[in-house]
């Protein structure tokens, strides 16, 4: 299956790649290869973002915006909607699956959705060439934390801090893989609202949507159990993203073109990656998932580093 995925992406990329080669004439008469391109490459995309509780966002920004002749404002505006098409195709099931929280979702998508606002506006006001440069080492320090955090794993919350049992951050999910019942909890819960707050103002900023770092947070700080988070995720995505993407809108950098085929393609993605949520190894899915972000990642900062040059 990881095999498979990873071929699948890369004839998604070869053909945006082939695309952007396209010149003179040929550009005129085959302007339909780019919506095509964009279809495939989202539902690829969508496949596997989900399982790995990324968000679709994270993958779609650089791998569009360094193989696709797009402007990258374009690019993050449909980012954003990319992601919150992927959460919201996959929000329902994963709440009726006990796999997504609806109470550890809303104080946290609270705060990053206001942040998000606030990041949207500044990465708008920013160049072009800065924000590649930028988002080409924040995806590789994606990749970094994402390699690093099994080394860093911490044990699952003992008990609730008292923020928590305030909030009611507690219950029950069915493990699918292993028909088990899972209790679980959080702890550090200021600190972790306090990190989605920052994540918020990154994911506005960017347009890559905020799952790279709410499963983090979500298992690493506050104990959470990796599927719980996994999904939860998802269902924060869906909140956080909608906020950020309405200034994207005002502003006039989302185009139908772009946005339109992309969504389509991430929320089919999506209806397949929650189906293999519960099914796949995660540590297959991130291993796929870190070896398209180095790639995207290099490439991304290599061609802003060119811009800036």
């Known amino acids: ?9 890369a004839c998604g990329l070869a053909l945006a790649s082939a695309s952007a080669h396209a010149g003179g004439a040929q550009a005129a008469t085959a302007w339909w290869l780019w919506p095509l391109g964009l279809f495939v490459t989202c539902f690829l995309i969508g496949i596997v973002a989900v399982p790995a509780g ?6 779609f920004v650089p791998i569009v915006g360094s193989f696709f002749p797009f402007h990258l404002d374009f ?17 329902p099931s994963l709440l009726r699956s006990g796999l997504g929280s609806l109470r550890l979702t809303l104080p946290l998508a609270l705060l990053a959705s206001m942040s998000s606002i606030a990041g949207a506006m500044l990465g708008l006001a920013l160049p072009a060439d800065v924000i590649q440069v930028l988002l080409g080492g924040l995806v590789l320090g994606i990749v970094a934390l994402m390699i690093a955090s099994p080394k860093a794993q911490q044990p699952l919350a003992a008990r609730a801090d008292p923020l928590a ?23 550090r819960t200021f600190a972790g609202m306090l990190s989605f707050t920052v994540i918020g103002v990154m994911a506005g900023m960017f347009g890559i ?17 990796v599927k719980l988070a ?31 085929p992309s969504v389509a393609g991430m929320m089919l993605g999506a209806r397949i990656g929650v189906r293999l949520l519960d099914r796949l190894d995660g540590v297959m899915i991130r291993r ?16 802003g580093l060119h811009l800036w040059t």
């Open 75 to 91: 690019v993050r505006g449909a980012g954003l909607l990319v992601a919150l098409a992927s959460a919201l195709a996959a929000g």
């Open 54 to 59: 990324i968000g679709g966002g994270t993958l």
């Open 1 to 9: 299956m990881r095999t498979a995925a990873a071929g699948a992406l």
């Open 165 to 187: 049992s305030a909030l009611g951050l507690h219950g029950v999910f069915v493990d699918g893989a292993s028909g088990r019942a899972v209790r679980w909890q959080v702890h």
């Open 209 to 225: 949507g905020a799952g790279w770092a709410n499963v983090p947070v979500l298992t690493l700080l506050m104990g959470a159990p």
């Open 288 to 303: 796929l998932v870190i070896g398209v972000l180095l790639f995207a990642g290099a490439r991304a900062l290599l061609k």
């Open 230 to 260: 996994a999904g939860t995720s998802s269902v924060v995505l869906s909140l956080v993203d909608s906020s950020a993407a309405w200034v994207y809108l005002h502003k006039g950098a989302v185009l139908p073109m772009i946005a339109v």
